[in-house]
Structure formats: C-alpha cells, structure tokens
C-alpha cells in the first residue's frame, strides 16, 4: 500500500466581501435594546467579535485559503510548498508533485491518506477549495473518507474514537515523541501576517514526521509494522 502523510495550513478571509458578510452577522444579544446600550456594544464588544469570527474562517473551506501543504510519500523526506502568487496555483503544483512522486504499484495497491483529523479537516478543506477555485484533484484522492476507511489513517480518530479528540502535540507525549517546538498551528496566521512564510513551511514540514512517526508507533499495537 502507498501512504501518503499528508498536513496543510489555512488562513482566515481576506475578501472585504465575505468579511462584510460576517460582520453583519455579529449582532448584540437579545436583551441588549436600548439605541444608546447597542451603539455602545457596536462600538465596544462588536470589533472583537468580528475579528475572532473572521479568523475562524481558517476552519472553514467556503472562506479560508490553503496557504501551506505539507506531505510524504511512505519513507521519503518530507517537504512542502507554500502560497506565493494564488491559491489555485499553489494546489495545482501540489496535485502535480504529488502525482509524479506517487509510487507506481500495481491497480491492486491502494493510497493510504494518513493525518491528524485528515478525514474531517485536511481532505475536506482541500476539496472544498478545490471547487471554489476550480481545481481539478487526483482521480485516486478520496472524496469524503469516513476516518475508519481503509482511504485514510486519521490519528485522531484511531486514538480518541469517533467523538473524541488530541492534539497532535498531545498525543506525540503520549506515545514518547518529540511534539512541537514552539509553533502550533494557532499562530499560523500571524506568522504569515509578518511574512515568516519559511518557516511556516518548516512547521508544516515537521507536523508531516510527526504524523508519521505517531503512525509508526500505532502501527506496533495495529501488528502492521514490526
């Protein structure tokens, strides 16, 4: 079987359109009425509001942008590539390495996608800004995994079960590996912001091993790998 380890990184909108939209979604509770009590919430609580909303937009493929893709092919090093002009360029060169780097096995041996919550998050999200930007992926890419298909190895989902969750950090500790070196992936953005575009790559990069050596370890218990 090819597996492919496989991490991205998103940012929130930057459509003045979509963040337009989200502001005027943002409104005060019910029981704040007053003309004078609502101007002061507009003018106190809404501006934070509207920016924690538009930095969720990371999470969500109708609005966010792929801004890093991270991946690995069975033992191969690996490496990453990361927004420079467009998003829809960034994801064709993705498809097109991944493709010419996949292994050629015969039609009898499956691609395995192994992440940390890669059903949920990273396959969808891809797909998601795949028809956005109209971008046509793979022909073997799965299109919606469960994260208990043989398409995938989801390690979240193999240690926390369907409803529960770990960090990837987290769960690096838990099994005595390495976790993360002073990046997480909640400063991704304003790493981006002052341009460490580098080294949000390297962060990338690193989650991919980790991924694969949390793989490896699970794959003793699994009796996959010796």
Excluded at 23 to 39: E, F, H, R
Excluded at 123 to 137: D, P, T, Y
Excluded at 171 to 178: N, Q, R, T, V
């Amino acid at each position: 079987m090819n597996r492919l380890y496989l991490d991205i990184e998103t940012l929130p909108t930057v459509n003045p359109d979509h963040i337009a939209d989200i502001a005027a979604s943002v409104t005060p509770l019910g029981n704040i009425s007053k003309a004078d009590t609502i101007a002061a919430w507009e003018a106190e609580k809404k501006p934070a509001l509207v920016t924690e909303a538009v930095a969720k937009t990371s999470f969500n493929g109708a609005y966010g942008r792929v801004c890093c893709v991270g991946w690995a092919w069975n033992d191969a090093s690996p490496q990453s590539l990361h927004l420079v002009d467009n998003e829809g360029n960034l994801l064709r060169s993705v498809n097109a390495l991944i493709e010419a780097q996949r292994p050629k096995v015969d039609a009898f041996h499956q691609t395995q996608i192994i992440g940390h919550y890669v059903a949920d998050f990273d396959i969808r999200f891809l797909w998601q800004r795949a028809f956005v930007l109209g971008v046509k992926m793979p022909a073997w890419f799965p299109r919606d995994p469960k994260p208990w298909s043989k398409e995938v190895f989801d390690t979240m989902h193999a240690w926390a079960g369907a409803k529960g969750s770990i960090s990837l950090d987290n769960l690096c500790k838990a099994l005595g590996i390495e976790g993360k070196t002073g990046v997480d992936g909640s400063m991704v953005a304003g790493m981006w912001a002052d341009g460490k575009h580098k080294e949000v790559g390297e962060y990338c990069i690193e989650d991919v091993e980790r991924v694969r050596n949390v793989h490896r370890k699970m794959q003793i218990a699994l009796g996959e790998r010796e």
